[in-house]
């Protein structure tokens, strides 16, 4: 009892400074520190757990904000682009950014080493608080470049500190780096098969992540001036990703099944262990829930998410021939082209023959998508939950798919791959795919001519491929975008399926039953089953008049001049101190 008593007392003081740290930089005028006594509260490793339970709390994404995070790539249309890619967007639109989960963990690592805990106990915490104070600075960096670099938690006295300028991104990315290095050394090495806490390999592949993006970032943003020290930050990439590999407790999950092993990653409620790192774990049981399958299953709730037919195209066939090599490619049907493909096409979005749990037909329902391409990856089967927040399965941050693809990708940076590396890497992935695995013989010329046309390297051409296909809609794309400099690929048309006729019904799972018919008025006799889809002439299009790709929002303009590639200041921010500066471009 006195045990409880003590660590209920401890998380109620805990749960007081964290909601009293507020916003922006609201803990300027306060100290509450001070009066939690630290000789008192940090004396045992159980104490340090606790507090440090709290940095989950603060930095874990929902699951939700995981699985929409892609609206911001290219391959993906919705009701209507973000308003940083189009239409009016300054300083004063951005949102105020806040340091009161970074003074959190700066407070632990101020505070926590008592030497009445065991050092390889301190070490360990200390290790899982700089993990955090890596996370949260990646965030930051990833968002504004230059930031202000903190590691001690400030006094009110500290004003030279408080309202300094921004610190250079070599600076502030070294002590990520060190930050991690600590973690990658010092935190446990046990494996959570439960996915929800951060152990030794899961900081190395987090690792691996963030060298590769800052590495690429370096190398294509020459602007910067940084080319120099890219090939350092992507070695270290590929021995974190390599570490990940060596230690063997990770693995692609392969159950020999092509057309549902993917889909399972995404789709149970305790993650896939085999793979999945680190995850947002969702509990019936304890009714803790999401709301993704509403989300994507509501023509309201949801934003109408779906894929675009560029990417679509980039899928390939199931014997790893390209699909953009055949003979008028870009104009079959929706029922042909979703024939023979890589088999993560289908359990990404519906294609043909998927059912819900009832046994009922499932074709893609223009009702919640605007390109055809109806994306489902995360969705449970049985329809009650298209309307309620009641979904309970995982939602992985970080796979083992993932530590393969950054390595493979850092090696090709780096001049570095080879057939060996593919067979361990990418053909891996397109093993549990079903499809080819055959390294490429010749450079991509659809993915040269729409995506990446400074490319020419056919491992890296096809290691951006397997990227896009094998982590679409977890998260990743618009970083991949941002550290590439291909940020004017989010001007791309959001091009749909390819409609042969207005006014004529189409089946689009191959049941031999009509699905959607698209037209310019609807018909005052619906044929039961039908979604007719508005072709409006403005929001909604087709390419030819009477038929070819359905677009939707060719009335947007989308565009991404460089400046864009870092948020402004936010104007809030920038009052309170101007020793900031701002972001060129948005000054």
């Known amino acids: 009892m006195k045990s409880f008593n003590r660590n209920t007392k401890l998380l109620a003081v805990i749960i007081c400074v964290v909601t009293a740290l507020?916003?922006?930089?609201?803990?300027?005028?306060?100290?509450?520190?001070?009066?939690?006594?630290?000789?008192?509260?940090?004396?045992?490793?159980?104490?340090?757990?606790?507090y440090a339970n709290s940095f989950y709390e603060k930095a874990v994404p929902t699951g939700l904000s995981v699985a929409i995070a892609d609206e911001m790539g290219d391959y993906t249309s919705k009701s209507n682009s973000p308003a940083f890619i189009a239409g009016s967007f300054s300083a004063v639109d951005q949102a105020a950014w806040s340091w009161s989960d970074l003074r959190n963990i700066n407070y632990f690592l101020q505070k926590m080493h008592n030497p009445a805990i065991a050092q390889e106990a301190r070490d360990h915490y200390e290790g899982l608080a700089r993990f955090f104070r890596a996370y949260f600075y990646f965030d930051k960096v990833k968002t504004y470049g230059d930031v202000p670099w903190y590691s001690t938690p400030l006094d009110v006295s500290d004003i030279?500190?408080?309202?300094?300028?921004?610190?250079?991104?070599?600076?502030?990315?070294?002590?990520?780096?060190?930050?991690?290095?600590?973690?990658?050394?010092?935190?446990?090495?046990?494996?959570?098969?439960?996915?929800?806490?951060?152990?030794?390999?899961?900081?190395?592949?987090?690792?691996?992540?963030?060298?590769?993006?800052?590495?690429?970032?370096?190398?294509?943003?020459?602007?910067?001036?940084?080319?120099?020290s890219a090939a350092e930050w992507l070695k270290q990439a590929a021995e974190a990703a390599k570490l990940v590999i060596d230690g063997k407790q990770y693995s692609i999950y392969n159950t020999a099944t092509p057309r549902a092993d993917y889909r399972k990653l995404f789709t149970t409620e305790a993650p896939v262990s085999q793979e999945v790192l680190w995850a947002v774990v969702y509990n019936n049981a304890l009714r803790k829930w999401h709301d993704i399958t509403w989300k994507f299953s509501?023509?309201?709730?949801?934003?109408?998410?779906?894929?675009?037919?560029?990417?679509?195209?980039?899928?390939?066939?199931?014997?790893?021939?390209?699909?953009?090599?055949?003979?008028?490619?870009?104009?079959?049907?929706?029922?042909?082209?979703?024939?023979?493909?890589?088999?993560?096409?289908?359990?990404t979005i519906r294609a043909l023959g998927y059912k819900r749990s009832d046994g009922t037909a499932a074709p893609p329902n223009f009702g919640y998508t605007f390109t055809g391409y109806h994306i489902y990856k995360y969705s449970l089967d049985d329809k009650y939950y298209d309307g309620t927040a009641e979904a309970f399965?995982?939602?992985?941050l970080i796979r083992y798919a993932e530590v393969l693809l950054n390595y493979a990708e850092a090696k090709a940076e780096l001049g570095e791959m080879n057939n060996d590396l593919w067979n361990t890497t990418i053909a891996a992935l397109r093993k549990r795919a079903g499809t080819g695995t055959q390294p490429p013989a010749t450079a991509?010329?659809?993915?040269?001519?729409?995506?990446?046309?400074?490319?020419?390297?056919?491992?890296?051409?096809?290691?951006?491929?397997?990227r896009g296909i094998e982590l679409v809609y977890e998260g990743f794309r618009y970083a991949d975008l941002l550290r590439w400099k291909k940020g004017h690929l989010l001007e791309m048309q959001w091009k749909g399926i390819y409609?042969?006729?207005m006014d004529q019904p189409m089946d689009l799972d191959g049941n031999g039953t009509p699905d959607v018919s698209f037209v310019k008025t609807i018909p005052a006799?619906?044929?039961?089953?039908?979604v007719y889809y508005v072709i409006d002439g403005s929001a909604a299009r087709l390419t030819e008049g009477t038929k070819g790709f359905v677009t939707w929002r060719d009335d947007e303009k989308r565009s991404f001049p460089d400046k864009k590639y870092f948020r402004p200041i936010a104007n809030a921010d920038y009052v309170l101190n101007p020793k900031l500066g701002q972001n060129k471009g948005w000054e």
């Not at 922006?24 to 520190?33: M, V």
């Not at 991509?444 to 397997?466: A, G, H, M, N, T």
């Not at 006799?525 to 039908?530: E, L, M, Q, S």
Request: glycine share 4%; with cysteine.
């Open 298 to 347: 509501s023509a309201t709730y949801g934003a109408r998410w779906g894929l675009n037919k560029q990417f679509i195209n980039t899928y390939l066939n199931t014997d790893g021939s390209r699909f953009t090599d055949k003979e008028g490619f870009d104009t079959i049907q929706f029922v042909r082209e979703m024939n023979g493909r890589d088999a993560r096409l289908a359990q």
């Open 22 to 50: 507020s916003c922006t930089k609201d803990f300027l005028n306060k100290e509450p520190f001070d009066k939690l006594v630290p000789a008192s509260f940090f004396s045992t490793e159980a104490e340090l757990k606790l």
């Open 499 to 501: 409609v042969p006729a």
């Open 444 to 466: 991509d010329k659809y993915l040269q001519q729409v995506y990446f046309p400074e490319i020419s390297d056919p491992f890296l051409l096809e290691i951006r491929r397997e």
């Open 393 to 396: 399965n995982a939602i992985p």
């Open 525 to 530: 006799t619906k044929v039961p089953g039908v």
């Open 160 to 228: 030279d500190e408080l309202y300094k300028g921004r610190d250079p991104r070599t600076l502030v990315m070294d002590s990520v780096l060190k930050d991690l290095d600590f973690a990658c050394t010092h935190i446990r090495d046990a494996k959570d098969n439960s996915a929800s806490t951060v152990t030794r390999l899961v900081a190395l592949a987090y690792k691996s992540r963030v060298c590769l993006f800052e590495g690429t970032f370096r190398k294509y943003h020459t602007e910067l001036g940084l080319t120099a």
